[in-house]
């Protein structure tokens, strides 16, 4: 079972900072790219960040310039920095895996449980 755990939401005020991490876990042959979405009331989920492999990225044009992805290969850990945060940034973020499982090698997608920012003005 593949399992990922987000962790690092919490609410901060406008122009604050917050770090999210998630942690990908069980059996796992390769990840093809990690990333972040983010979910906020009454709207769909949207891409805000995602990093291949290969350390390629990519980033949701509201968030360019503020936001920064990163990996750590040995960990399976995908990292989102989050820097002048703004009210309009808060919604519940779920970190995404496109990831090799076994014993099954074939591809999926993979969701964590969701971790909740909130950004006060």
């Known amino acids: 079972q593949v399992q990922l755990v987000e962790s690092g939401g919490d609410l901060v005020q406008a122009g604050g900072s917050l770090r999210l991490s998630c942690a990908a876990s069980?059996?796992?042959?390769?990840?093809?790219?990690m990333g972040w979405y983010r979910q906020a009331p009454g709207k769909q989920r949207e891409l805000v960040a995602r990093?291949?492999?290969?350390?390629?990225?990519n980033y949701a044009d509201a968030v360019k310039g503020r936001f920064t992805i990163s990996k750590d290969n040995a960990k399976n850990t995908v990292y989102l920095l989050m820097n002048s945060l703004k009210p309009e940034d808060t919604a519940v973020y779920y970190c995404?895996?496109?990831?090799?499982?076994?014993?099954?090698?074939?591809?999926?997608?993979?969701w964590g449980q969701g971790t909740q920012v909130t950004v006060s003005s």
């Open positions: 995404n895996a496109n990831l090799v499982p076994i014993p099954t090698l074939r591809t999926g997608d993979y």
């Open positions: 069980g059996s796992i042959f390769s990840i093809n790219a």
């Open positions: 990093i291949t492999s290969s350390g390629n990225t």
